[in-house]
């Protein structure tokens, strides 16, 4: 008698094989399933708190050229204009505004204000809109700035006092006054000797 006669007439002995396989199998899974989940719930949770995190730098910057938007030229400003590439480098409308605005800003000393505006709008309207609160903000919100009369005149005031020393200092370094050492004004120190 072969064994394939013998398993054929004794079909419990393949039911009691497969049976075997069934509770290993099942062990295995009571062994590695919790691991499993344990490793998922963790890459859920990390990949949650990297988007909760990019979602935060977002709002940062958005907020704070939106608390800016009436002095665009604040340092605050500034460095979260310079910050839009990397925050959103997944948002390719906002990248395009701040590029349209950055243009603006490179090709004349004292841009349009009015064509300034406008780009600054557009780019805020575009973070709005990757941040999920388009809805929430209309045009007119983005373009309605409060600056008081009087903090116009202190930074009127503050500009005309830089302006005064910037063209007080350069008189004096072309007049008779001591020139300063290269060395000092050089962005890297001299060679060694």
């Known amino acids: 008698m072969s064994l394939t006669d013998y398993l054929l007439q004794n079909p419990s002995v393949i039911a009691a094989f497969l049976s075997t396989i069934a509770t290993i199998c099942a062990v295995f899974a009571t062994w590695q399933g919790p691991r499993s989940a344990a490793k998922l ?6 990949d949650q708190e990297k988007a909760l995190e990019r979602r935060r730098m977002k709002m940062h ?6 608390q800016e938007r009436a002095t665009i030229a604040s340092l605050d400003s ?6 839009i590439d ?3 480098h997944d948002a390719p409308a906002v990248r395009e505004a701040w590029s349209e605005l950055f243009v603006i800003f490179e090709t004349s000393g004292t841009p349009h204000p009015q064509l300034r505006e406008e ?3 557009v780019l805020l309207r575009e973070m709005a809109a990757d941040l999920g609160l388009s809805d929430a903000l209309k045009t007119d919100d983005l373009g309605r700035i409060y600056y008081p009369n009087a903090l116009a005149r202190e930074e009127e005031l503050r500009m005309l006092q830089q302006e005064r020393a910037l063209l007080s200092f350069r008189s004096s370094s072309t ?3 001591p020139q300063p050492d290269p060395n000092m004004m050089a962005k890297f120190p001299p060679k060694p000797n």
């Open 61 to 66: 910057v958005f907020s704070t050229l939106m």
């Open 86 to 88: 990397f925050v959103f």
């Open 175 to 177: 007049g008779d006054a």
């Open 41 to 46: 719930a963790e890459r859920i949770r990390h």
């Open 78 to 83: 500034v460095r979260m204009l310079n910050s």
């Open 119 to 121: 780009k600054l709008r």
